[in-house]
């Protein structure tokens, strides 16, 4: 059987009513040269129905019992047949052009080159949450370097960068199969971690379009991402150092990510403990710290709500 030039990865559990959209998302690529691997992490719903009411371009995997979101995609990845695996979450979507747009971008950089993203909207955001990604994107993330290698991981790991790579990454399958897959300890970061090690290996480019919709349909707790956080970090330990030694604060970074997570939920006293009392002297840490303590007064007027 020939190969396609694209292998599709859609991670699924309990996605029924949306895994659809994704599907019809991908099969409306203008690169026709594609299959869809879908694997169905233990859903108890009517996700199969769903998946294999498509034609044969359609491949529906399960496992038996939820493993994750890291475990899934490791299986897509293992069933891929493309020359590249372009991942997408079940519930969100593609513009047409997406992966012609992406593959372009890489095939014209030449060698070195792996694999592309892409910018991204992000659909069902509050207004303040529609402004929030405004100020940072413009405050910590305009100038940094977008694409590349080193300089790109760098990006990466000081969160001046955000790529959503669940839904905007394209990258060869030999590459990927050569980085280890994803680490199925995080729940959260699993995505950023694999691309650092894909950037160990080559260089990924970017498109300056946002090809994909993601729909925000809420946030882990506090909590979760300061554990996920620290395993990440563990886990880039010597590019963490080294990042350190250049001046690069990633540390410092994260831990005010950290804040901004306790802080939006409401939860003040947790989120001093990870505060260092100098970010009070950092003009623009300062002004994050305001708006994610209205996000969490307002929270706790709401009640979490909105």
């Known amino acids: 059987m020939r190969s396609p030039r694209v292998s599709v990865v859609i991670p699924a559990y309990e996605r029924g009513h949306l895994v659809g959209r994704a599907i019809d998302s991908a099969l409306a690529q203008t690169v026709e040269d594609l299959e869809v691997v879908v694997v169905d992490d233990g859903s108890t719903d009517d996700t199969r129905a769903v998946v294999e009411g498509y034609d044969d371009r359609v491949r529906y995997l399960a496992h038996e019992t939820n493993h994750g979101v890291s475990a899934a995609r490791n299986t897509g990845v293992e069933a891929a047949r493309g020359q590249y695996v372009a991942f997408l979450d079940s519930d969100d979507e593609w513009l047409p052009r997406k992966l012609e747009r992406?593959?372009?971008?890489?095939?014209?950089?030449?060698?070195?080159?792996?694999?592309?993203?892409?910018?991204?909207?992000?659909a069902g955001l509050s207004p303040l949450g529609r402004l929030a990604a405004v100020v940072s994107d413009?405050?910590?993330?305009?100038?940094a370097p977008r694409e590349g290698g080193r300089e790109l991981a760098t990006s990466l790991l000081a969160m001046q960068v955000f790529m959503g790579p669940g839904s905007t990454l394209v990258v060869e399958r030999a590459v990927l199969?050569?980085?280890?897959?994803?680490?199925?300890?995080?729940?959260i970061y699993e995505d950023w971690d694999l691309v650092l090690r894909v950037l160990a290996a080559g260089n990924l480019a970017y498109v300056d379009e946002p090809l994909a919709v993601t729909h925000f349909t809420g946030d882990a707790p506090a909590e979760t991402y300061a554990e996920n956080?620290?395993?990440y970090l563990a886990r880039n330990a010597d590019l963490v150092a080294e990042l350190e030694r250049e001046g690069v604060p990633v540390r410092r970074v994260h831990r005010m990510g950290i804040v901004g997570h306790f802080l939006a939920a409401g939860r003040?006293?947790?989120?001093?403990?990870?505060?260092?009392?100098?970010?009070f002297t950092r003009p623009k840490d300062l002004a994050r710290l305001a708006f994610w303590s209205v996000l969490g007064?307002?929270?706790?007027?709401?009640g979490g709500d909105g």
Do not use: N
């Open 229 to 231: 956080d620290r395993r």
């Open 102 to 122: 992406q593959l372009a971008a890489v095939e014209s950089r030449g060698e070195g080159w792996v694999g592309a993203y892409c910018d991204l909207r992000t």
């Open 268 to 279: 003040f006293g947790e989120a001093a403990s990870y505060l260092d009392a100098c970010a």
């Open 297 to 302: 007064l307002r929270s706790l007027v709401t």
């Open 177 to 187: 199969e050569a980085a280890g897959g994803f680490d199925e300890s995080l729940s």
């Open 138 to 143: 413009r405050l910590f993330r305009s100038s």
